[in-house]
């Protein structure tokens, strides 16, 4: 509420601008209730899902993990060859099938993979999508079953996380050093410049964003608790490749230019051209295998147990 008072200061005569913002938190609030109801079935509509194992059944499980406040997080593991594992985190709105193609270029390259359905998403339990202030409970719970797992070593874990799934992964890898490289795709600079873009950026962007905002509010969701740039900028020694893309309009390239200025050392920003939200890996997939396999193997090691994991 505050970004949209002083947008309201910026616009309007003085005069003006207490009736301005009174007659717009009436509508707003209107607008936000509508938007909370419809949010809310959309959020029960994303569990009722089953999703199908990958083409190559005999390299992943099924399994389950339970968070900290109670939640069953659905997920397939493939165990890893080469000593590393990846934490792989889906958008918005999606499931863990999102990623699969990225999930089988990695696995077949000897990564261990764990992705899952975020809370509130898939086969997962939930109904509050936090965005990022609960989802990092889910990844402290996949960190602690990978700690179970005899194969994992725990100093060779990394993260892909797609779009807001690259959000919550910076957020929990921010305060949680055993994730030491990270691939943030798409990812947004905050969870409120998300929502500006989404809507069409500028004024009126920022206005519809404010009121997913106070909707999310009316949810009991805090949308804004902090940005990737504050997350970024906490890391220490953690290994960052950021992907973009020319062509993203969810997403815009300034978004992803804003992360990269905020990371630490090392940092490294690759950029596509002419590609959607979503579309990275299918623009260029030798290009993109390529890209997140080198990053991979240059941060978390390449011994090999096995000669394959084909």
Do not use: C
């Not at 949010?39 to 968070?67: D, G, N």
């Not at 958008?91 to 089988?104: C, F, I, S, V």
């Amino acid at each position: 509420m505050r970004r949209f008072a002083l947008l309201l200061n910026r616009l309007l005569p003085k005069n003006l601008r207490f009736l301005a913002l009174l007659f717009s938190i009436l509508v707003m609030s209107a607008a936000a209730y509508k938007t909370a109801k419809i949010y809310y079935v959309e959020k029960v509509s994303m569990r009722s899902i089953h999703l199908s194992m990958p083409q190559k059944p005999k390299a992943w499980s099924a399994i389950r993990f339970q968070t900290q406040d109670g939640l069953a997080i659905a997920a397939w593991y493939a165990p890893t060859h080469n000593g590393a594992t990846i934490l792989m985190l889906h958008g918005y709105g999606n499931t863990r099938n999102q990623l699969l193609p990225e999930a089988e270029i990695l696995r077949a390259k000897g990564f261990g993979v764990l992705m899952y359905d975020t809370r509130g998403h898939g086969e997962s339990g939930g109904d509050v999508i936090g965005f990022g202030a609960t989802e990092t409970l889910d990844i402290r719970a996949a960190l602690a079953w990978l700690e179970k797992q005899s194969e994992v070593d725990m100093t060779r874990i990394g993260g892909y996380g797609f779009s807001r799934g690259g959000f919550i992964l910076a957020r929990a890898a921010a305060k949680d050093r055993r994730i030491s490289s990270l691939i943030l795709v798409a990812t947004p600079s905050s969870n409120f410049e998300l929502s500006v873009d989404d809507n069409g950026g500028g004024t009126m962007g920022k206005i519809k964003a404010q009121i997913a905002e106070i909707a999310d509010f009316a949810l009991g969701v805090s949308s804004n608790l902090s940005t990737t740039m504050d997350a970024v900028k906490a890391m220490r020694s953690q290994s960052i490749l950021i992907i973009t893309s020319t062509a993203d309009k969810t997403v815009p390239l300034a978004r992803a230019n804003e992360v990269f200025n905020a990371a630490q050392f090392p940092r490294r920003m690759v950029i596509f051209q002419g590609a959607e939200h979503g579309a990275y890996q299918k623009s260029d997939p030798k290009r993109f295998a390529a890209i997140i396999t080198e990053h991979f193997e240059s941060t978390l090691g390449r011994t090999w147990t096995m000669a394959s994991a084909h």
